[in-house]
C-alpha cells in the first residue's frame, strides 16, 4: 500500500514537472518577436486611387528674426555675402610742368637808361637854417643791373639781384647852398657826383594756382630784403686860386684847403609784393613784378618792371621792358637824398632748364 502510494505521488510530481516550464515558456514574452510586430506595417486595404486636389498656394512663412551677432573681434574681417563694388578708378595724374625758373638756375644782365636826377635836402635833424635842397646833375649812361636765381621747389625760387648806376654834372648855385657841412655862396660853379646801389634778396612763392598742372598762369608773392645806398659828393673846384692864381691854404692846418663834401645815405627793408607771369606759349612770356615798403619819418622804398620775354635759342631769353624805382633815405637825419627813376631796359637771361 506504501509503494502504491509513493509511486503514485511520484508520477503526480513528474507530471507536474512537465507541465510547469511550457507554461512558462508559453506566457515569457519574446521581444524580437514584438519588435517585427511593431515595426511591420499595417495591412491596408487597397482602395481605387482617389484624385488629389492642389491645396491653395500659402504665403511663405515668415523667417525667424535674426540673432544679433556678437560685433567681429579686432583683427578679424566681417564676412561679406554678394559681390564686393569695385572701387572707382583713380582720376588722372595731371602733369606738373616746370618752366624755366622753376627748377635748376638762371643768370640774367640787363641794363636800363634813366634819365630823372635825385635830390638832395636838408632833414629835421639839421642844426642850420640855410638852404640846401639841389638836384644832382648829370644823367648816367645805362644802370647795369646782375641777377641770380634758383628754384626753392613747387614753382618757387629765390633771386638775388644788383642793381647800380652814377652820374656827375655841374651848374652854378642860384644861391646860398650848404651840403654835407659846407658851404656854397651864391653863383659859386658846384660840380655833383652820385653813385646809387641796391641790392635785393627775393622769395617769390607760388600762390596761385595750386597745383599749376599745365596752365599758363602764376601769380606769386614776394618776400624780399632790399639795401639801398646812395653816395653823393659836392666841390666847387673854382675856389681853390685866387683872383691871382695862387692856391688858397688854410690858415688852420697849413694845407691847400678843401671844398669837397661827401656824405652816404643807406637804409635796409624788408618789401613785399606780387609777381604775375603768364606764359603764352612756349617762347613767349609777360613778366609783371611791383613790390614796396615805407616806415613814416624813416625811409621809403618800391620798384616795379614790367616785361616781354622771347625765347631765341633752348637756353637764351631776350628780355625786353620798363622798370621804376622810388627811394627815400629818412628825413629825421640832417640830411636826406630821395629819387624816383624810370626808363626802357633790355637784357638777357640764361636758363639751365630749357623744357
Known amino acids: 500500500m506504501k509503494k502504491s502510494l509513493s509511486g503514485l505521488i511520484g508520477t503526480c510530481l513528474l507530471v507536474c514537472a512537465w507541465s510547469l516550464p511550457g507554461r512558462a515558456q508559453e506566457k515569457k514574452p519574446d521581444p524580437q518577436a514584438d519588435a517585427q510586430q511593431q515595426t511591420a506595417p499595417p495591412v491596408q486595404q487597397q482602395t481605387p486611387p482617389v484624385q488629389q486636389q492642389t491645396p491653395p498656394a500659402q504665403p511663405p512663412p515668415t523667417p525667424p528674426p535674426a540673432q544679433q551677432q ?52 636838408r632833414g629835421s635833424g639839421a642844426v642850420f637854417t640855410g638852404n640846401s635842397r639841389l638836384t644832382m646833375q648829370g644823367k648816367p649812361k645805362y644802370a647795369e643791373n646782375i641777377e641770380v636765381g634758383v628754384a626753392a621747389g613747387l614753382h618757387n625760387s629765390i633771386r638775388l639781384s644788383f642793381n647800380t648806376m652814377h652820374a656827375s654834372g655841374d651848374f652854378t648855385a642860384p644861391a646860398d647852398l650848404v651840403a654835407w657841412g659846407l658851404g656854397y655862396p651864391a653863383g659859386t660853379y658846384v660840380s655833383t657826383n652820385y653813385k646809387f646801389v641796391n641790392a635785393k634778396l627775393s622769395f617769390e612763392y607760388l600762390t596761385w594756382p595750386y597745383p599749376v598742372g599745365s596752365r599758363k598762369f602764376r601769380l606769386k608773392t614776394l618776400w624780399q630784403v632790399q639795401y639801398t645806398s646812395v653816395v653823393s659828393t659836392f666841390d666847387a673846384p673854382k675856389n681853390y686860386y685866387d683872383s691871382l692864381g695862387n692856391l688858397l691854404i688854410d690858415p688852420s692846418t697849413g694845407n691847400p684847403i678843401s671844398l669837397v663834401g661827401a656824405g652816404t645815405r643807406y637804409f635796409i627793408s624788408p618789401t613785399l609784393g606780387l ?10 612770356r609777360f613778366e609783371v613784378n611791383a613790390s614796396g615798403f615805407a616806415v613814416p619819418h624813416h625811409w621809403t622804398i618800391w620798384d616795379t618792371d614790367a ?21 627815400k633815405t629818412s628825413p629825421s637825419a640832417e640830411f636826406f637824398l630821395r629819387g624816383t627813376m624810370a626808363s626802357a631796359f633790355v637784357g638777357v637771361r640764361w636758363y639751365s632748364n630749357s623744357e
Not at 595724374?93 to 635748376?104: A, L, N, Q, T, Y
Not at 609777381?275 to 613767349?284: D, K
Open 70 to 121: 556678437p560685433p567681429p573681434e579686432a583683427g578679424t574681417q566681417a564676412q561679406q555675402h554678394g559681390r564686393i563694388p569695385e572701387p572707382p578708378p583713380p582720376p588722372p595724374k595731371v602733369p606738373d610742368v616746370r618752366r624755366p625758373g622753376e627748377s635748376g638756375l638762371f643768370i640774367g644782365l640787363s641794363a636800363w637808361m634813366p634819365t630823372e636826377q635825385p635830390i638832395f635836402d
Open 275 to 284: 609777381g604775375a607771369h603768364y606764359y603764352s606759349s612756349r617762347h613767349v
Open 307 to 327: 616785361t616781354v620775354n622771347l625765347r631765341l635759342l633752348g637756353h637764351v631769353e631776350l628780355r625786353v621792358g620798363a622798370k621804376a624805382f622810388h627811394f
